[in-house]
């Protein structure tokens, strides 16, 4: 089992681009269905919103505001792919394990993207999740040698 002394445990506004964003509230900030606004999401006045400012762990990290972390959890209602894309360079060089909870297709497909050139292996959290990486799902990543 491998130590880890430098975690990041969630990236809740690490995204591709360092922009302003709208953020849905829906129940309240102690809510799950709290989430960044999807492509093509509809919103009116009666959905809570705030305007929340996203960040590249990339930047974060050239920019040594943080270390590059061994370890991160990332589940963050279908946005995944994005904020990977934003770390992609973070994650090349310092090989994180990542723990990943899988919301949509095209987040899937985004984190494999980034995930399958930098060589790592995709293990199911729990028995009942197929073993390819599926919506609805919980996934470690690991770094192959």
Same mark, same amino acid.
């Given at each position: ?34 989430? +960044? =606004?999807?492509?093509?999401? &509809?919103?009116?006045? %009666?959905? #809570?919103?705030?305007? $929340? ?30 904020? +990977? =894309?934003?770390?992609?360079? &973070?994650?090349?060089? %310092?090989? #994180?394990?990542?723990? $990943? ?45």
């Amino acid at each position: 089992m491998p130590s880890f002394t430098r975690l990041i445990l969630s990236l809740p506004m690490i995204a591709r681009l360092p922009v302003q964003q709208r953020f849905f509230l829906y129940e309240g900030m102690e809510s799950t269905s709290t989430h +960044l =606004a999807f492509e093509g999401e &509809t919103w009116n006045e %009666s959905i #809570p919103t705030m305007q $929340v400012k996203t960040l590249r762990l990339d930047d974060l990290v050239d920019a040594r505001e943080i270390i590059a972390p061994d370890f991160i959890k990332l589940d963050v209602e279908g946005h995944g792919h994005k904020a +990977l =894309a934003g770390a992609a360079r &973070t994650i090349a060089r %310092s090989r #994180p394990v990542l723990l $990943v909870g899988l919301h949509s297709e095209a987040e899937i497909s985004g984190i494999l993207a980034v995930l399958t050139p930098l060589r790592y292996r995709t293990t199911p959290i729990f028995k009942e999740a197929p073993a390819t990486p599926s919506s609805g799902y919980d996934y470690l990543f690991e770094p192959l040698p």
